[in-house]
DNA sequence: AATTTTCCAGTTATCATATATCGAACATTC
DNA sequence: GAATGTTCGATATATGATAACTGGAAAATT
């Protein structure tokens, strides 16, 4: 997806929300994951921890695995950052905080991923393990394909 | 899931529909392949590619990662197993051969991976998908809990 | 049957991803 | 300032995956 908008708010939003509800918990938001995170909202794209590495390393320190992964977790824990499976890769969460299960649109072409949440497809999920007699904890599901800027511009040219 | 079944009945099944259906692609369907793929029958669990390397060193070779690796990709092209991406690991497929989106059901406590197509979800993902104007060309549905047998033995503990 | 072609599997090397363990630095609380 | 708990760092190791190249066996062709 092209994206036309101003994408320093969505860091800025991101990185709010995240100080807003790590405050509420009583969770630590420190620098380091801070700068992991805003790392992970220069885009839309999910990144991968060995690009978080070399960014830091960059930056001066010398980060090692562990320190990337630990950070990782965290944001994971807390809901700020969503692991994509398919891809090895990490993408922020647009909407932390709130209750919800995720479902990922990932774009081949310009590798943008948007998360929804599809009541429809919840249900779906649910009725799927519901006729097997399977009790759901949790779920990975990562659509990839083609997004309909990416479409379009390939239409066009 | 407990599986009171006979086993051996899975196996030979898979390498037999292996076997006819390599024939019929004009594939080969090595000695390698044949064992991997065994091995991978083994059970209705994923298995992971260094676990099946283990299993080679054992029985003697002296396979590298790369050699695993490369049977792995044939039998998925072929359609034979299906990598969960969740688990980095392998699982047979349960009907090679027939074109179908494959959507899985992983049981957290025993491991067993029940392979599922669902009409009405595969509609849902179409759904949500069409939703947002992308265009669909795969999907990643791993759905993890608790499967039917090990929720009972659970509640009769 | 001999030759050519194709492709499989092995070797080595390397990269990428992830965990375990331990200890030092740091802030927070009392 | 001492006690506590957590973060972050270093090191080591395990696991997952690919690249580039080579020799050799099987299939196809002549």
Redesign the pocket.
């Known amino acids: 997806m092209v994206h036309t908008h101003d994408h320093s708010i969505c860091i800025e939003n991101a990185v709010e929300e995240a100080e807003r509800i790590c405050a509420e918990r009583g969770?630590?938001f420190?620098?380091?994951?801070r700068r992991i995170l805003t790392m992970i909202w220069q885009g839309h794209k999910a990144v991968?921890?060995?690009d978080l590495l070399d960014q830091l390393a960059t930056e001066g320190?010398?980060?090692?695995?562990?320190?990337v992964?630990?950070?990782l977790d965290?944001l994971m824990e807390e809901g700020l950052v969503h692991k994509i499976e398919s891809l090895?890769a990490y993408v922020g969460c647009p909407h932390p905080g709130s209750d919800h299960v995720s479902q990922f649109l990932i774009c081949d072409e310009c590798e943008t991923v948007e998360e929804v949440t599809s009541p429809a497809l919840t249900k779906a999920v649910t009725g799927a393990a519901a006729a097997q007699s399977f009790s759901i904890k949790g779920q990975t599901l990562e659509l990839h394909g083609m997004c309909e800027n990416c479409r379009k511009g390939k239409k066009a040219a």
């Open positions: 969770s630590r420190t620098d380091l994951r991968k921890a060995y320190g010398s980060a090692k695995p562990p320190t992964y630990r950070a965290f090895n």
